[in-house]
């Protein structure tokens, strides 16, 4: 009867962006019923230098153009502010571009919430309500902005809030870009038959707890979330899937507009080639390639390196400079420890969670670990 479209994470992914577009739209006409997209979070990223130095040109083009074929409800991630420095100012580019915005974020200046906290949609006949969480930990948020920010408690928020936002509505649903250890802490509450959009770990899974639809779809454009809500007669009955977003192709205007945008502001060192990719890889594969590279250089046992280090996943062909920055968001120092094979199994016990297959093998942010045979 209607279908919900979901992202999280976006982070000015370039490369797929054209053909994201091109794919929600196709979804949307295949579906032949009313079609919302939620974002859920991180549109921008600071790490590419052609969204930080055009001020997300192409990012806004592509919000811009789907607001104006269906609703477009953003919850407010940390990376609304990667490349401003003011809330408020993604606030107010928002409006212009026909984006609904949610958030309990509080804005500490004025006491008030920078958005309204929660959303309603009527989509073919059945409302759905939408309740917007933000991740409470002040330093994912860079300098300028955390200290404007006031954070609330996200299990008590939803204990005063739930009922008041979700009432009435024949799907209640939250978007919650607090991650999934905070998630943990409210799940439990929940009625059955509320879903949640999970966001801020960069994670990719779908499951059903204690009669909660909770699923999390990844990062950088990778994939699209399909929601599909059909009415019963005991309710709305949801069923979720992903569809893959191919890194080529796509809308030819948004095209245009990406490569006129690096044309303007990617340097030569931006463009130099670091490496050719023999083939593509999916995001694990990249993911524990580096992690491999990175032992086998210092010669270690074995490597680990944070989930959310990662991007876009590698692929086929030349890398550049901007492309491997798109890749491995964050630069520093590489650490050595020596550990005894028994505390090594433990650590590893507690990596790898993309393989977890229930809520309790979660925490949110993990490590990427290459796999060895251990002598405890």
Same mark, same amino acid.
């Given at each position: 009867?209607?279908?919900?479209?979901?992202?999280?994470?976006?982070?000015?992914p370039?490369?797929?962006l054209?053909?994201?577009?091109d794919?929600i739209?196709?979804?949307?006409?295949n579906? #032949?019923?009313?079609?919302?997209?939620?974002?859920?979070?991180?549109?921008?990223?600071?790490?590419?230098?052609?969204?930080? =130095?055009?001020?997300g040109?192409?990012?806004?083009a592509?919000?811009?153009?789907?607001?104006a074929?269906?609703?477009?409800?953003?919850n407010?991630?940390n990376?609304e502010?990667?490349?401003?420095?003011d809330?408020?100012?993604?606030l107010?580019r928002?409006?212009?571009?026909?984006?609904?915005v949610i958030?309990?974020?509080?804005?500490? &200046?004025?006491?008030? *919430?920078? @958005?309204?906290?929660?959303?309603?949609?009527?989509?073919g006949?059945?409302?759905?309500?939408?309740?917007?969480?933000?991740?409470?930990?002040?330093?994912?948020?860079?300098?300028?902005? &955390?200290?404007?920010?006031?954070?609330l408690d996200?299990?008590? *928020?939803?204990?005063?809030?739930?009922?008041?936002?979700?009432?009435?509505?024949?799907?209640?649903?939250? !978007?919650?870009?607090?991650g999934?250890?905070p998630d943990?802490?409210?799940?439990d509450?929940?009625p059955?038959?509320?879903?949640?959009?999970?966001?801020?770990?960069h994670q990719?899974?779908?499951?059903?707890?204690?009669g909660v639809?909770?699923?999390h779809?990844?990062?950088?454009?990778?994939?699209?979330?399909?929601l599909?809500?059909?009415?019963?007669?005991d309710g709305?009955?949801? &069923?979720?899937?992903?569809?893959a977003?191919?890194?080529?192709?796509?809308? #030819?205007?948004? @095209?245009?507009?990406?490569?006129?945008?690096?044309?303007?502001?990617?340097?030569?060192?931006?463009?130099a080639?670091?490496?050719?990719?023999p083939?593509?890889?999916?995001m694990h594969?990249?993911?524990?390639?580096a992690?491999e590279?990175?032992?086998?250089?210092?010669?270690?046992?074995? #490597? !680990?390196?944070?989930?959310?280090?990662?991007?876009?996943?590698?692929a /086929?062909?030349?890398?550049t =400079?901007?492309?491997?920055?798109? *890749?491995? =968001? *964050?630069g520093?120092?590489?650490?050595l420890a020596e550990?005894s094979? /028994?505390?090594?199994?433990?650590?590893?016990?507690?990596?790898?969670?993309?393989?977890?297959?229930?809520?309790s093998?979660?925490?949110g942010?993990?490590?990427?670990?290459?796999e060895?045979?251990i002598?405890?």
């Open positions: 009867d209607a279908v919900l479209l979901t992202i999280s994470d976006l982070h000015a370039y490369a797929r054209p053909a994201l577009l794919t739209r196709r979804v949307r006409d579906a #032949a019923a009313p079609t919302a997209l939620l974002l859920n979070g991180d549109i921008f990223e600071r790490g590419n230098v052609v969204c930080l =130095r055009s001020g040109a192409a990012d806004w592509f919000l811009a153009a789907l607001s074929e269906m609703p477009v409800v953003v407010l991630g990376h502010t990667a490349i401003l420095d809330m408020t100012m993604f107010a928002a409006d212009q571009a026909g984006v609904q958030s309990n974020l509080m804005d500490r &200046r004025t006491g008030r *919430f920078l @958005a309204p906290v929660a959303e309603t949609l009527g989509m006949g059945i409302k759905v309500s939408l309740l917007g969480l933000a991740a409470t930990n002040p330093f994912v948020y860079r300098q300028p902005v &955390r200290d404007t920010l006031t954070f996200t299990a008590q *928020f939803v204990a005063d809030a739930y009922a008041d936002t979700q009432g009435g509505s024949d799907l209640a649903m939250i !978007m919650s870009h607090a999934v250890a943990k802490t409210f799940i509450s929940l059955e038959g509320t879903v949640m959009q999970g966001a801020h770990d990719s899974f779908e499951l059903r707890h204690n639809h909770y699923f779809g990844g990062s950088w454009g990778t994939h699209l979330g399909l599909s809500l059909n009415r019963t007669a709305v009955a949801t &069923r979720y899937r992903t569809e977003i191919a890194p080529t192709g796509g809308d #030819a205007a948004l @095209a245009d507009l990406i490569a006129a945008q690096k044309a303007e502001h990617l340097t030569d060192e931006d463009r080639v670091v490496a050719e990719i083939q593509a890889f999916d594969q990249s993911i524990l390639l992690t590279a990175m032992r086998a250089a210092t010669g270690a046992d074995v #490597a !680990m390196i944070g989930h959310t280090t990662f991007g876009a996943p590698l /086929a062909g030349p890398l =400079r901007y492309d491997f920055d798109a *890749f491995v =968001r *964050f520093g120092g590489l650490k550990v094979g /028994a505390q090594l199994a433990d650590m590893v016990a507690r990596a790898n969670q993309f393989a977890a297959t229930d809520l093998g979660r925490t942010d993990y490590v990427h670990a290459a060895i045979d002598d405890p």
